[in-house]
């Protein structure tokens, strides 16, 4: 499982023109699922998601999370993740997750933050979408549940 983690100050999910999501000060997720991910990867990606102390304390170092600062969060399905552009000029998405798969381990993230009571917003699965943020710092950070075993 492949996320990009920004830290915003504002983020929304735009679908023909129309608002879908929006949240003020926390992180937008952008969530690629792969073919072999399992409930560990969920497990893994949740716990990064939620525990990432990237959020200034009183002085001015990134020591707070997202639950310390009752940021929202967003999450948006995003399949591209996976291209893999390592040959040629045009992505294979071989190891991206179909479907159904994909739709539930994305809906099985977003119950996991929900539950260690983060405030979730999502995109639509599966929707062309626009997504508008306003990154903080920049802070933005590549997640790999693949790379939990080589730490």
């Known amino acids: 499982?492949?996320?990009?983690?920004?830290?915003?100050?504002?983020?929304?999910?735009?679908?023909?023109?129309?608002?879908?999501?929006?949240?003020?000060?926390?992180?937008?997720?952008?969530?690629?699922?792969?073919?072999d991910d399992t409930h560990k990867d969920v497990q893994f990606i949740?716990?990064?998601?939620?525990?990432?102390r990237v959020f200034d304390d009183e002085n001015g170092k990134l020591n707070k999370n997202l639950m310390d600062v009752?940021?929202?969060?967003?999450?948006?399905?995003?399949?591209t993740l996976c291209g893999d552009c390592r040959k040629g000029r045009r992505p294979s998405f071989v190891r991206?997750?179909?479907?159904?798969?994909?739709?539930?381990?994305?809906n099985m993230v977003i119950s996991?933050?929900?539950?260690?009571?983060?405030?979730?917003?999502?995109?639509?699965?599966?929707?062309?979408?626009?997504?508008c943020l306003v990154n903080n710092g920049p802070v933005t950070l590549l997640l790999d549940s693949r790379s939990k075993n080589k730490a």
Do not use: P
Request: with cysteine; proline share 0%; net charge negative.
């Open 112 to 131: 996991g933050c929900e539950e260690l009571g983060l405030a979730v917003k999502t995109g639509r699965f599966g929707a062309n979408m626009k997504i």
């Open 70 to 79: 009752q940021g929202e969060l967003l999450i948006v399905s995003q399949f």
């Open 1 to 35: 499982m492949l996320a990009v983690w920004q830290r915003v100050d504002e983020a929304s999910v735009l679908i023909d023109g129309q608002t879908i999501s929006r949240i003020s000060t926390g992180a937008l997720v952008l969530l690629g699922v792969e073919i």
């Open 96 to 106: 991206a997750a179909k479907g159904k798969e994909a739709e539930g381990l994305y």
């Open 46 to 52: 949740v716990d990064k998601i939620c525990h990432l």
